[in-house]
Each structure stands twice: as structure tokens, then as C-alpha cells.
């Protein structure tokens, strides 16, 4: 993983490995999988749309016609609402975007807090051996609780809506992250440099943070893409239940919600956005399947 | 033995929910009429006035003889209201792993002894959709097309399992829940087969002649049931997860839907319960999987 432990190399072996690496990088195998390729595409292209919801969206998510209302995709009366209008005549289409906005930023704002925390937590426990045991029970119990019951309990005990949302996702995604980063960091613990940095008087703070969390990070950071999508499904069923967005928020668990009123006069008020929420989970599944082979070398042959 | 931890800490979040609970014990019991001194009073006799570790305590105690207090909406007891619902809950998992986990097991077998064929890759990727699919998508398609087409029942319990109207009312729900626990056993039981193909007890089975099927069944399956049973075990949380949409979509009167019912609606004695029911029955089946692994696997039991 990293070039530090190599002996000393002639010019053209350091090429020739080179060559060899930037054959074997990671997006490199990636791509030679098409459906991870698919998936990685679709991704970039949904995060960006995500993004630019404010500029790209044709119309306002919350302005509402009711003129318009439950009006079905292609249908007379909303000529320009390409994918029709939901209950209050509002533009599907403009609220899928929003929708992606805040599905994708509860996911990813609660995968940054707890993936933060468990890769602290998990760095230390390597770093620290007298922490491992106690800091490592801590995470099995956190990771032996389903999660949805976490959703429960702080929504029960703060109250809903987003901000106990991402906290519960965010308490969801520490034990598996916190995981990776210990066995991440303990290979680098391994490291002659890291003897070597403690030998010029080097202290533990930087220690962890120059040698272990630098070296670490990007491990840590795929397997945070890889939570990304089991965050987005529960954080979508959570608001589905009305535990987290709450209407006329536009966050895709919750519009599904909203629709379910007029699944037989207008199905794609809340098709749409269980759709959308599967293909964006898929694409993340895909691809995290993709980059753990490719992250593998036990599977890689 | 990590549950003793995780049964303090669910137990800690129900003291905490009551302790959120807007109104003030004490003026309820004391009555509107009540002097100030009077409240104080009773204040003092409910233990009110104790620093909140003793409080603790004595919710531990009152959680251990099954007093969880009483529902702020109904007025009754919490520990009737989880009785009336925990048998619909658990009808409705045994109606979900019942097809689920065969249909799962045979469809990683098959795409273990196929393996890198079409069969074997369609599997697969249905199983990658089946662990990214919302399972109230799931719901709603059901409901959209089987049960707005009258097909089946798609509104409540219509009666106990064993009756014809409970039958039919449970096929929609258990349908719905299933359908995202099949992906992970149909991968799992195929990456453990794959690895129990590959044993030098299989090849001994060959050897012997014994035919094609039986040396994946007879000698290689069971020994990859372990860690299938696992991941059934483990997979009971994310289970519980769907089983608690599945019960809010279906109005099935299950712990789930109450649970849900019970934060929306603030009440605090019910959610508590309801929360520390879901909780011990789930730690309650993982200690049952302990079991059929050691059952499964004897070198376990004999430790």
C-alpha cells in the first residue's frame, strides 16, 4: 500500500514499478468493469445535478399551482413539467432535484461525522494498545445494534427531523469505519517509519496525524463511500416513516411518503422518488462492491 | 456477552425518554385542585426529588417486575399494549424467513455450482438490487398492483395466521419483507460454498463417487450453513429495520408500527417500551442463533 518499507531501487526498476501501479490504480480496474464504470458515471453525473439543483431545476420545488395538481406525466395541462405534479402542483421534476440534494447531503453530512469519529476512534485504538480492547467492544456493541433502532430512539428522545436524522446515521456509520481504520492503521503501526519518527522525538499527536492518518486516509474515505449507500437507505426509510424530513421538505423518503395517498390516481408522485433512491443505492453498491475487489488482493486473481 | 452492555444502554435511553416527558408527574397525580405543599409532597413519595441515578435504579426495578408505566393516549398499561402487538410481529418474520431464506440458500447454491455463468451472474446482480431496493418501494408496487387490483388483502390483520382471512393478509407483508432478505443470503450462502467446494473433504467425496449433487449438498452445503446462519442472525437488525416499514405500510399491528405511532405522537411511556421490546428481542435472537451454531457446527459446543 504504501513505498515507504521498499530497499533502495535503480532508476529503471522505480519506473518500471511505476508503470506497473498506474496500470493496477485503483480507477483503472475500476473502469475495466463496466457496470462499476456504469455506476461510477451515473454517480458523477446525480451528485452534480444534486449540486446545481438551485440552477438547474426548471421550476421552484415549493411553489405550488393547484390547478395543476396530481397532473400525470406528458399530461395536457402541464405541458412543461416533464415529469408531472404532485399533490400540490408543485414540479416533480424540479422536486426530484432538491430531493437528490438533501437524500444525497443527510448521507453524506452523516458518512463525514461518523466515519470522522470512527476512523479517530479507530486510529487510536492502534495507536494506543491499551485502548484496543476497550475502544473495540465499545464499536462491536455499536455494531451489534440495528440501526434503524438508533432512528427510533433519537427521534424518540430529540425529536424528528434532520438534525436527529443525521445523527442517528451518523452514530450508524461509526463501528464499521472505526473497523477499517484500525486494521488499516495497524498495518502501518508495522512501519519501520514509524519507528523511526518516534525516534526523533516525534509525539503522539503527531504521530497519529502525519504518519497514521495520512497514510490511512484513503482506505478510510472508500470504505465511507461504501456506507454511503446503506446511510442514504435508512435515512430515506426513516423519513419515510416520518421520523426524519419532514413535508414540504423535498427529500425523496419523505415525498414517497407523501404520494402513497394517491398511488392509484398518480403513481409517479411517489415512484419517482423510490426510483430515484434505487438507482443512486444501486450505483453505490456497484460500485463499492467494485472497489472492494479492486482494494482486495485475496480476490484479486 | 456484549449484550449486558447493550441492554444497559437501551435500558438508559427508556429512563431518558421519560425524563423528556413534558408534563410533571406530580401535578398529574396531585390533581388540578392541588396546593402547591401538596405537590411538593407527593413530589417527595414518587421519588422525584432523588438525584436521577437513584431514579435510574428504581426504573431498573420497576422494568424487571414488567411495570413500563402507562400509555399517555390509551391509558393503558404499556406491557398490554406490547402484548397485544408482539405476536403479529413475530407472525410476520417467521412469514418472511420462511420463503426467504429456502428461496435465498437454493439460489446461492445454484450460483455457486454455475459459477461465472449467465446463472450465476443474474443472481448476483438480483441480489445487488435486492440489497439497494427501498423496501417501501417494494410496498407500494405491491399494493399498487396486487392489492389495488383486489387481489389480495393489503389493509391490517384480518385474523391469526392459522385462519384462511389472517393467512392471506399476511402474504402481501411477508412478500414485501423477503423480498430484501434474499439477496444477502443467496450471496452469502454462494461465497461460503464457493470456499467449501474447494475443501479437501469435498474432493474426498468425489473421490468416493459420490455423485454431483450430493457432494454439494450432503458435504458441502451444511458445512457452509454456518456461516449463513450467522449472517441470518446478524441480518435480523436490518430484518427488524424493514419489518418496522413493512408493519407502518401494511397497518399490521405489530411492535413496529406502534413504536413508530408512538414517537409521532409523542407518547413518551409507549415509545420507551416499545423501543426496550424491539431491543431485547433482538438481542434474545441472536442469543437463539448462538445456539444453532454451536448445533450447526459441533467443534463450537465443545469449545
Known amino acids: 500500500m504504501t513505498d515507504a518499507a521498499l530497499p533502495l531501487q535503480s532508476e529503471a526498476d522505480q519506473r518500471a514499478i ?112 491499551r485502548l484496543d480492547q476497550p475502544l473495540m467492544r465499545l464499536v462491536d456493541v455499536l455494531l451489534s445494534f440495528p440501526s434503524i433502532l438508533f432512528g427510533l430512539a433519537i427521534a424518540a428522545v430529540m425529536g424528528t427531523g434532520l438534525f436527529s436524522l443525521v445523527v442517528a446515521l451518523s452514530i450508524a456509520s461509526i463501528p464499521s469505519i472505526a473497523r477499517i481504520a484500525r486494521g488499516a492503521a495497524q498495518s502501518i503501526m508495522q512501519q519501520e517509519y514509524m519507528e523511526a519518527g518516534r525516534a526523533v522525538g516525534l509525539g503522539d499527536g503527531a504521530l497519529i496525524w502525519r504518519y497514521l492518518a495520512l497514510n490511512c486516509w484513503p482506505t478510510i474515505l472508500i470504505y465511507m463511500t461504501l456506507q454511503l449507500g446503506q446511510a442514504i437507505l435508512l435515512g430515506a426509510a426513516l423519513s419515510f416513516l416520518g421520523l426524519g424530513a419532514q413535508p414540504p421538505t423535498a427529500e425523496l423518503g419523505s415525498m414517497a411518503a407523501d404520494g402513497r395517498k394517491f398511488l392509484s390516481i398518480a403513481p409517479q408522485v411517489s415512484t419517482l422518488p423510490c426510483a430515484a433512491i434505487f438507482l443512486v443505492v444501486l450505483a453505490f453498491n456497484v460500485l463499492g462492491d467494485a472497489l472492494r475487489d479492486a482494494l482486495d488482493p485475496k480476490l484479486r486473481q | 456477552m456484549i449484550s449486558l452492555p447493550v441492554l444497559l444502554g437501551v435500558l438508559l435511553i427508556g429512563f431518558l425518554l421519560l425524563q423528556v416527558v413534558p408534563t410533571d408527574p406530580a401535578t398529574v397525580v396531585a390533581g388540578p385542585t392541588a396546593t402547591k405543599a401538596e405537590v411538593d409532597a407527593i413530589r417527595n413519595d414518587l421519588g422525584l426529588n432523588q438525584p436521577l441515578w437513584v431514579q435510574f435504579g428504581r426504573y431498573l426495578g420497576r422494568v424487571f417486575q414488567l411495570d413500563l408505566g402507562r400509555s399517555m393516549i390509551s391509558n393503558r398499561a404499556v406491557v398490554d399494549e406490547i402484548a397485544l402487538t408482539l405476536w403479529p410481529t413475530v407472525e410476520l418474520m417467521l412469514a418472511c424467513l420462511i420463503w426467504a431464506v429456502p428461496l435465498g440458500i437454493t439460489l446461492g447454491t445454484l450460483a455457486a455450482r454455475r459459477r461465472g455463468t449467465l446463472i450465476d451472474r443474474a443472481i448476483m446482480a438480483l441480489s445487488v438490487m435486492g440489497v439497494s431496493v427501498p423496501v417501501f418501494w417494494v410496498g407500494l408496487l405491491l399494493i399498487q398492483y396486487v392489492g389495488g387490483a383486489g387481489l389480495l388483502p393489503f389493509q391490517g390483520r384480518n385474523g391469526p ?15 414485501t419483507l423477503g423480498a430484501v432478505f434474499v439477496g444477502p443470503v443467496a450471496r452469502m450462502t454462494r461465497t461460503s460454498l464457493l470456499e467449501t467446494l474447494g475443501a479437501d473433504y469435498v474432493r474426498t467425496a468425489r473421490a468416493k463417487g459420490a455423485s454431483d449433487w450430493r457432494v454439494t449438498v450432503r458435504h458441502a452445503l451444511r458445512n457452509a450453513m454456518i456461516p449463513v446462519v450467522t449472517l441470518v442472525g446478524l441480518q435480523i437488525g436490518f430484518l427488524l429495520g424493514g419489518s418496522i416499514v413493512t408493519e407502518t405500510m401494511f397497518a399490521w399491528p405489530g411492535v413496529g408500527r406502534m413504536a413508530v405511532g408512538a414517537i409521532t405522537s409523542s407518547d413518551f411511556p409507549l415509545a420507551q417500551g416499545a423501543i426496550l421490546i424491539l431491543a431485547v428481542g433482538f438481542m434474545a435472537i441472536n442469543l437463539a442463533v448462538d445456539v444453532l451454531y454451536a448445533y450447526l457446527d459441533p467443534r463450537i459446543a465443545r469449545g
Open chain 2, 161 to 175: 395466521i392459522w385462519t384462511l382471512d389472517g393467512l392471506l393478509s399476511i402474504i402481501l407483508p411477508a412478500v
Open chain 1, 18 to 129: 511505476a508503470a506497473i501501479r498506474r496500470k493496477n490504480a485503483v480507477w483503472r480496474r475500476i473502469l475495466r468493469d463496466p457496470p462499476a464504470a456504469i455506476a461510477a458515471l451515473f454517480l458523477i453525473v446525480i451528485v452534480g445535478s444534486a449540486l446545481l439543483a438551485p440552477w438547474i431545476a426548471p421550476f421552484d420545488p415549493y411553489a405550488s399551482n393547484m390547478r395543476l395538481r396530481l397532473c400525470p406525466i406528458g399530461g395536457a395541462r402541464c405541458p412543461d413539467f416533464l415529469l408531472g405534479a404532485d399533490n400540490q402542483g408543485r414540479d416533480m421534476l424540479s422536486r426530484i432535484l432538491f430531493g437528490l440534494r438533501a437524500t444525497l447531503g443527510i448521507g453524506i453530512a452523516a458518512v463525514l461525522v461518523g466515519g470522522g469519529l470512527g476512523a479517530l476512534i479507530g486510529l487510536c485504538a492502534a495507536y494506543f494498545k
